[in-house]
Nanobody
Framework: QVQLVESGGGLVQPGGALKLSCAAS????????MGWYRQAPGKQRELVAT???????NYADSVKGRFTISRDNAKNTVYLQMNSLKPEDTAVYYC???????????????WGQGTLVTVSS
């Protein structure tokens, strides 16, 4: 069984900053890519940022220059530093990990339960 547990969400004023964390635990043999997605009310879930084991990153255009994704492979943890937050960043943020639980099983996607980020004055 694999669990992804997010933390760090909350209420912040426009222009403020938050840092999200997501720790993966359980029967994990190897984690390939990890990432963050978000879903605003009434909208589809969208990619925010991803990072490979080798620290290659990819960002949505809307967050480039403001958000930074990083990971600690030894801790199976991925982070999202969010700066210069805007009201349109308000959403539930979900952690994602592409991993395998044994050397004989394929890589599968796993999701966290989500953490709410609200940007409002």
């Amino acid at each position: 069984q694999v669990q992804l547990v997010e933390s760090g969400g909350g209420l912040v004023q426009p222009g403020g900053a938050l840092k999200l964390s997501c720790a993966a635990s359980g029967s994990i043999v190897y984690i390939n890519a990890m990432g963050w997605y978000r879903q605003a009310p009434g909208k589809q879930r969208e990619l925010v940022a991803t990072i490979t084991t080798g620290a290659r990153t990819n960002y949505a255009d809307s967050v480039k220059g403001r958000f930074t994704i990083s990971r600690d492979n030894a801790k199976n943890t991925v982070y999202l530093q969010m700066n210069s937050l805007k009201p349109e960043d308000t959403a539930v943020y979900y952690c994602n990990a592409h991993l395998r639980t044994s050397f004989t099983t394929p890589y599968l996607e796993h999701w966290g339960q989500g953490t709410l980020v609200t940007v409002s004055s």
